[in-house]
């Protein structure tokens, strides 16, 4: 499916994505950085949705939603490159994955140290006394 907004368009068509900018990105990111690149690539090849962002034919963000299409989502990977932050595609590509066709009526969970005001205006809190989560445990 696609979505267009002015020159930007979300795609989940995995095809089109361009996994070597995707690795790079999240290999500058503090929630992926120590992530090998075999791990990346295969979180993005097992998850349930993937989005793509892009002006044209170039990639600029992506996100990602690992699920099991009935009861839960977590979503993962939200990332737009700094030169089109600004412009409210952060908060499109949240958006779009969250009313995807894919993963409607899910739980959603996510992970963030710095966008709680992002993910606020779609209904994310503080995880309540019944989430529980276990760290995952240092990569060698």
Known sequence: MRWT???YEIDDERGRLDMER?????????????TP???????????????????????????RAVTDFARFAYLSDVFVLPEHR???????????????PEVQGVRWVLHTKDAHGLYGQF??????????????????
């Open 5 to 7: 907004k002015g020159e």
């Open 37 to 63: 690149e075999a791990a990346v690539r295969r979180s993005w090849e097992r998850a349930g949705v993937v989005l793509g962002l892009y002006r044209g034919d170039e990639l600029v963000g992506c996100a």
């Open 86 to 100: 600004g412009h409210g595609l952060g908060r499109w590509l949240v958006q779009t994955m969250i009313a995807h």
């Open 22 to 34: 995707i690795v790079g990105w999240l290999a500058e990111s503090y929630w992926a950085g120590a």
């Open 123 to 140: 209904g994310f809190e503080a995880a309540d006394e019944t989430v529980m989560q276990r760290s995952r445990p240092p990569l060698h």
